[in-house]
């Protein structure tokens, strides 16, 4: 992985974070939305800016790729590097939640 990927994405933004987890199964913009809302109980909503964007970016990083289009809909979903990128923040956020609780992390 790229020394310049790795600064870029991580730590992530909280949207770039639940984008990139849902793309775990292809997805399209407005459904990664959708499940977004849902599995925060409606505490975080990405704007259609942020999303597209998001993705676009994503994209030209090789974080994602196009999977298919549906009913005029591209779907997307994570790549090799995406996964190593999610997994390094998942780490990372895991890591934060053990020290807050004083707990030491074995790397």
């Known amino acids: 992985m790229e020394d310049r990927i790795r600064r870029i994405y991580v ?3 909280e949207s770039g974070f639940y984008i990139l987890f849902c793309l775990q199964e292809p997805q399209h913009g ?5 499940q977004v809302k849902r599995m925060t109980g409606g505490a975080v909503s990405i ?3 942020t999303m597209y964007g998001t993705l676009s970016k994503m994209e030209k990083d090789g974080l994602i790729c ?7 809909r591209k779907l997307y979903q994570i790549t090799e ?22 707990e030491d992390v074995d790397e």
């Open 11 to 13: 730590p992530m933004t």
């Open 30 to 34: 407005y459904g990664i939305s959708q």
């Open 47 to 49: 704007s259609a800016g």
């Open 66 to 72: 196009f999977y298919r289009e549906e009913e005029k």
């Open 81 to 102: 590097l995406g996964k190593e990128i999610l997994s390094l923040e998942i780490k990372r956020i895991e890591r934060l939640y053990h020290n807050s609780k004083g």
